[in-house]
T-cell receptor, first 115, second 114 residues
Framework: DSGVTQTPKHLITATGQRVTLRCSPR?????VYWYQQSLDQGLQFLIQ???????AKGNILERFSAQQFPDLHSELNLSSLELGDSALYFC??????????????FGEGSWLTVV | QKEVEQDPGPLSVPEGAIVSLNCTYS??????FMWYRQYSRKGPELLMY????GNKEDGRFTAQVDKSSKYISLFIRDSQPSDSATYLC??????????????FGRGTQLTVWP
């Protein structure tokens, strides 16, 4: 158990809908990362927050947004869902913003199926 | 060209074999290298963490980094069926605009049969 908690574990929804994925980082970790994993693309970095502020942005679509709250939990909002958004969404956390010694731990993922 | 290249396999070996997993990368700024193990539909689990060139050993696992060739390897000795998983290499730079961002390989699927 990495200590990173994600909910829900599984989610099935229809195209055009909106969903919210939730993540609680490990105790003491200030950074939260979101990754998308699909069969054809592997693990893709979406976005990082550090202590409530956006730190880095990767291949995140405009239909997706995220935030980190004062209690450091984070939410990833996915809207106008398309079939191609079906994937495993991972949250990860670390103590620091990045750099040496910054070990990143992953949660178990939220499996999203868009039908 | 992708930042990190990794042969997806699949790789199938008998129990007790030595397994060699490899990644190449293009960004010479990468300094920190990791190997994650991922069981089916589970979160990646950190196995090895190394800095710059050299070797690091932890039990049956040895990680090697050759920065001059931009090539990293993970060796698994005395492989066990429980080692069957997907192995992902990852790396990052400690400087510049990509500070701390992890770049992953696609993962190599390994099966160790009894």
């Amino acid at each position: 158990d990495s200590g990173v908690t994600q909910t829900p574990k599984h989610l099935i929804t229809a195209t055009g809908q909106r969903v919210t994925l939730r993540c609680s980082p490990r105790s003491g970790d200030l950074s939260v990362y979101w990754y998308q994993q699909s069969l054809d693309q592997g693990l893709q970095f979406l976005i990082q927050y550090y202590n409530g502020e956006e730190r880095a942005k990767g291949n995140i679509l405009e239909r997706f947004s995220a935030q980190q709250f004062p209690d450091l939990h984070s939410e990833l909002n996915l809207s106008s869902l398309e079939l191609g958004d079906s994937a495993l969404y991972f949250c990860a956390s670390s103590v620091g913003r990045g750099g040496s010694g910054n070990t990143i731990y992953f949660g178990e993922g939220s499996w999203l199926t868009v039908v | 060209q992708k930042e990190v290249e990794q042969d997806p396999g699949p790789l199938s070996v008998p129990e007790g074999a030595i397994v060699s997993l490899n990644c190449t990368y293009s960004n010479s700024a990468f300094q920190y290298f990791m190997w994650y193990r991922q069981y089916s539909r589970k979160g990646p689990e950190l196995l090895m963490y190394t800095y710059s060139s050299g070797n690091k050993e932890d039990g049956r696992f040895t990680a090697q980094v050759d920065k001059s060739s931009k090539y990293i390897s993970l060796f698994i000795r005395d492989s066990q069926p429980s080692d069957s998983a997907t192995y992902l290499c990852a790396m990052f730079s400690d400087r510049g605009s990509t500070l701390g961002r992890l770049y992953f390989g696609r993962g190599t699927q390994l099966t160790v049969w009894p």
